[in-house]
């Protein structure tokens, strides 16, 4: 099994959708979580930090299920400006350093 | 304001030519970090640093080498650029033991000819 593993998708969605996406990760001790978003052609940024059972930051939820081993990013009220790439992040187990999943593509269509 | 800067954006260069990325923080950060960016493959860990002349290999180390003289400093060594280096290289850079200050600089596109 992958450490983190997410769907590539894409996932096309009209504007005002609501969209989730989750993440498995392998590493059950894992503490924190953090979802990335990544615009074309252009580096990755930091979007949310999950330390708990979950974050919110106005239209965007993410959630975690201890007990399967996801997390989830939910999107409500899609905007245009919300097509990206999201990557979902854990840190590894005995290093100081963050296991990226592979990105879930988002197409937000008018 | 955190700032990671990468010396080019877009670098061509020949088969067989030694190619040097540099990568450049000014948060004071101890890890830096270089991965490539491929589609369908995502983020993969070639080299790390956890402080001033330490290094560590990552997930696909062959054909790259990394050199850190100075904290603020992280650079990639490609010695004998081959095709299937062709990629986007991404540096980051956090605090020791704080994985929410992670910072990507901008990018790097690499086409080895």
């Known amino acids: 099994r992958k450490e983190v593993e997410q769907d590539p998708g894409p996932f096309n969605v009209p504007e005002g959708a609501t969209v989730a996406f989750n993440c498995t990760y392998s590493?059950?001790?894992?503490?924190?979580f953090f979802w990335y978003r990544q615009d074309c052609r252009k580096e990755p940024k930091l979007l949310m930090s999950v330390y708990s059972s979950g974050n919110e930051d106005g239209r965007f939820t993410a959630q975690l299920n201890r007990a399967s081993q996801y997390i989830s990013l939910l999107i409500r009220d899609s905007k245009l400006s919300d097509s990206a790439t999201y990557l979902c992040a854990v840190p590894s187990r005995n290093t100081d350093k963050l296991i990226f999943g592979t990105g879930t593509r988002l197409q937000v269509f008018p | 304001d955190v700032k990671v800067t990468q010396s080019s954006r877009y670098l061509v260069k020949r088969t067989g030519e030694k190619v040097f990325l540099e990568c450049v923080q000014d948060?004071?950060?101890?890890?830096m970090f270089w991965y490539r960016q491929d589609p369908g493959l995502g983020l993969r860990l070639i080299y790390f640093?956890?402080?001033?002349?330490?290094?560590e290999k990552g997930d696909i180390p062959e054909g790259y080498s990394v050199s850190r003289e100075k904290k603020e400093r992280f650079s990639l060594i490609l010695e004998s650029a081959s095709t299937n280096q062709t990629s986007m290289y991404l540096c980051?850079?956090?605090?020791?033991?704080?994985?929410?200050?992670?910072?990507f600089g901008p990018g790097t596109r690499l086409t080895v000819l």
């Open positions: 640093s956890y402080d001033v002349k330490m290094k």
């Open positions: 948060m004071d950060h101890e890890n």
């Open positions: 980051a850079s956090k605090l020791q033991g704080f994985p929410d200050t992670q910072y």
């Open positions: 590493n059950s001790a894992s503490q924190s």
